[in-house]
């Protein structure tokens, strides 16, 4: 039998609750750094219902504090948030017989953790009932909730924070641990190579643009290595 | 331009990334070479994300045994890869952080 929509929402909440371990230091430290490049409490505040993306919310602050022009910012925030279009093609057709309003809000709340937990979902083996929208809905939410409070901590903390707690090291971490399980084949290894290399060398350019050149190299790689197997 | 100005730009456009395939789905076809590159989005962006942190030190490659954040990221790939647990990946990065950044110390 399938799972019905309230048990659904909450296996939602507890596939995303071992993602709140990263989440928390992670908000915090966005706070923090908000503040120190000059944005008000209010925007940073702000930021984290309308952008609702850690790595391009500290992208947005990194670019702010160096002064940026408005055309780099929203390029380079959009091509680095550019895979939540793949995201929401792995989603859209478990989507189709929903009304708009569900599609709206799930759309709204779909991240690289509420992805993370979807897959796990996929993965679990359970039977997918009609009602699986809701697992959905609870882990987008739970991470939603987490996420707001931790930036805010952080916001409120700011400087107070203690400045030796490695709190920064929660972005890579939680990223490892949504990419390493992603990364199946030779062309995936080939991406994240030289995704990789590209970043080390090229992290010299103004701006932040060797982010945007590395994740550019990778994705051409990938489909190279697609392209030449066929 | 005003910062809440290019913020409010870069939410429209991550919730249009977002909204995408979900609005179009089923009315609209993607060419092949898009569909082939889309995989590969999320790993090379996050993995550009993570090498820099965990090889630079102020913007300086840093390959040593005494380079904590290596070493801890290491372990964190390393668990990620036998057991696909974010806790454990977490738990385990962090830790390694700890330990090591005390033991070199």
Same mark, same amino acid.
């Given at each position: 039998?399938?799972?019905?929509?309230?048990?659904?929402?909450?296996?939602?909440?507890?596939?995303?609750?071992?993602?709140?371990?990263?989440?928390?230091?992670? $908000?915090?430290?966005?706070?923090?750094?908000?503040?120190?490049?000059?944005?008000?409490?209010?925007?940073? &505040?702000? %930021?984290?219902?309308?952008?609702?993306?850690?790595?391009?919310?500290? &992208?947005?602050?990194?670019?702010?504090?160096?002064?940026?022009?408005?055309?780099?910012?929203? /390029?380079?925030?959009?091509?680095?948030? &550019?895979?939540?279009?793949?995201?929401?093609? #792995?989603?859209?057709?478990?989507?189709?017989?929903?009304?708009?309003?569900?599609?709206?809000? @799930?759309?709204?709340?779909?991240?690289?953790?509420?992805?993370?937990?979807?897959?796990?979902?996929?993965?679990?083996?359970?039977?997918?009932?009609?009602?699986?929208?809701?697992?959905? +809905?609870?882990?987008?939410?739970? @991470?939603?909730?987490?996420?707001?409070?931790?930036?805010?901590? $952080?916001?409120?903390?700011?400087?107070?924070?203690?400045?030796?707690?490695?709190?920064?090291?929660?972005?890579? +971490?939680?990223?490892? /641990?949504?990419?390493?399980?992603?990364?199946?084949?030779?062309? %995936?290894?080939?991406?994240?190579?030289?995704?990789?290399?590209?970043?080390?060398?090229?992290?010299?350019?103004?701006?932040?643009?060797? @982010?945007?050149?590395? /994740? +550019?190299?990778?994705? /051409?790689?990938?489909?190279?290595?697609?392209?030449?197997?066929? | 331009?005003?910062?809440?100005?290019?913020?409010?730009?870069?939410?429209?456009?991550?919730?249009?990334?977002?909204?995408?395939?979900?609005?179009?789905?089923?009315?609209?076809?993607?060419?092949?070479?898009?569909?082939?590159?889309?995989?590969?989005?999320?790993?090379?962006? +996050?993995?550009? &994300?993570?090498?820099?942190?965990?090889?630079?030190?102020?913007?300086?490659?840093?390959?040593?045994?005494?380079?904590?954040?290596? %070493?801890?990221?290491?372990?964190?790939?390393?668990? #990620?890869?036998?057991?696909?647990?974010?806790?454990?990946?977490?738990?385990?990065?962090?830790?390694?952080?700890?330990?090591?950044?005390?033991?070199?110390?």
């Amino acid at each position: 039998m399938s799972r019905s929509a309230t048990q659904e929402f909450w296996a939602g909440v507890r596939a995303l609750a071992p993602l709140l371990v990263g989440v928390a230091p992670f $908000g915090m430290i966005y706070g923090v750094l908000a503040l120190a490049n000059g944005l008000t409490p209010a925007a940073a &505040l702000a %930021m984290s219902s309308i952008l609702f993306a850690g790595s391009a919310q500290f &992208l947005f602050c990194q670019l702010v504090g160096v002064g940026a022009p408005a055309t780099v910012i929203v /390029a380079e925030v959009g091509l680095l948030n &550019l895979r939540h279009a793949l995201y929401s093609a #792995a989603l859209a057709p478990r989507l189709t017989h929903l009304p708009r309003r569900w599609k709206l809000v @799930l759309a709204y709340l779909l991240t690289d953790e509420a992805f993370a937990a979807i897959s796990q979902r996929e993965a679990d083996g359970q039977p997918a009932g009609p009602d699986r929208h809701w697992f959905y +809905l609870g882990a987008g939410l739970a @991470l939603w909730g987490g996420w707001q409070l931790s930036t805010a901590v $952080g916001v409120l903390l700011g400087a107070r924070l203690p400045s030796d707690w490695p709190l920064d090291f929660a972005l890579p +971490l939680t990223f490892i /641990a949504i990419v390493v399980p992603l990364i199946r084949d030779r062309a %995936m290894v080939l991406a994240a190579v030289v995704a990789g290399g590209v970043a080390l060398l090229a992290v010299g350019l103004p701006f932040k643009l060797g @982010l945007l050149a590395a /994740a +550019l190299a990778g994705m /051409a790689a990938g489909w190279w290595a697609v392209d030449k197997a066929r | 331009m005003s910062v809440w100005l290019v913020m409010i730009l870069c939410g429209v456009l991550t919730f249009g990334l977002r909204l995408s395939f979900i609005a179009a789905e089923g009315r609209v076809r993607f060419p092949r070479w898009f569909r082939v590159l889309l995989p590969f989005v999320p790993v090379a962006t +996050l993995t550009a &994300l993570i090498v820099p942190e965990l090889l630079l030190a102020n913007g300086v490659l840093w390959l040593s045994w005494q380079n904590a954040r290596l %070493m801890a990221g290491i372990v964190a790939i390393s668990i #990620a890869a036998l057991t696909r647990s974010v806790l454990w990946t977490l738990v385990g990065g962090f830790a390694t952080l700890a330990l090591w950044s005390g033991l070199i110390r």
